[in-house]
């Protein structure tokens, strides 16, 4: 489907996919619209070289199933990356994201990332800052930030999302110049 624009009409009416499970929507080169709302079932999702598409977070919200979250080579769209977006997600990959400038974790949310286990960023030029603010991950075991040329803050409070971390990858951030106790 080089050429696909919009999802078909009749996800937006609600009669979409309720038992789809993964999801990959790769190399829509064209593809601009948001991705359907009402996926309940939804436990893998994969958006792979889809430059145009628009990612709405609120709609995310509404995959209660989602655990796996991989974004690679996509989304000239995405400058900020809210990590709280799905609670249950347990593996968030996003790689090669070439404008994403920032990922954080609203301070406002009043629930922890308790299913979140490993969180891999790499290969986004332009991110300069990670923020933590008040969030507990009680089960995040790996972090890894790679070949982020431009990252040059992580937040003193991000020390919260590390309580059980186990492995821990900094590579290729030639900028930032701290990391928190």
């Known amino acids: 489907?080089?050429?696909?624009?919009?999802?078909?009409?009749?996800?937006?009416?609600?009669?979409?996919?309720p038992s789809l499970q993964e999801l990959h929507v790769q190399k829509c080169k064209h593809l601009i619209g948001n991705l359907p709302s009402s996926l309940p079932s939804l436990k893998l999702l994969h958006i792979?070289?889809?430059?145009?598409?628009?990612?709405?977070?609120?709609?995310?919200?509404?995959?209660?199933e989602?655990?796996?979250?991989?974004?690679?080579?996509?989304?000239?769209?995405?400058t900020f990356f809210p990590v709280d977006l799905a609670n249950r997600v347990e593996n968030l990959q996003i790689q090669d994201c070439s404008h994403l400038k920032c990922t954080e974790i609203s301070k406002d949310l009043c629930q922890e990332l308790k299913f979140l286990q490993?969180?891999?960023?790499?290969?986004c030029d332009h991110l300069e800052f990670?923020?933590?603010i008040g969030m507990q991950t009680p089960n995040l075991t790996s972090l890894?930030?790679?070949?982020?040329?431009?990252?040059?803050?992580?937040?003193?409070?991000?020390?919260?999302?590390?309580?059980?971390?186990?492995?821990?990858?900094?590579?290729?951030c030639p900028?930032?110049?701290?990391?928190?106790?």
């Not at 490993?118 to 290969?123: E, M, R």
């Not at 900028?175 to 106790?181: C, I, M, W, Y």
């Open 144 to 172: 890894s930030l790679s070949n982020c040329k431009n990252l040059g803050s992580m937040q003193e409070q991000t020390h919260t999302l590390l309580t059980s971390l186990q492995a821990l990858c900094l590579s290729y």
């Open 175 to 181: 900028k930032l110049e701290s990391f928190p106790n």
């Open 1 to 17: 489907m080089p050429n696909w624009k919009h999802w078909s009409s009749f996800v937006a009416y609600g009669h979409g996919f």
């Open 66 to 78: 989602l655990q796996t979250m991989h974004i690679t080579n996509s989304c000239d769209s995405l």
């Open 48 to 64: 792979y070289q889809c430059r145009s598409l628009q990612i709405q977070f609120q709609d995310m919200m509404h995959y209660t």
């Open 130 to 132: 990670f923020s933590g």
């Open 118 to 123: 490993d969180l891999d960023i790499s290969d």
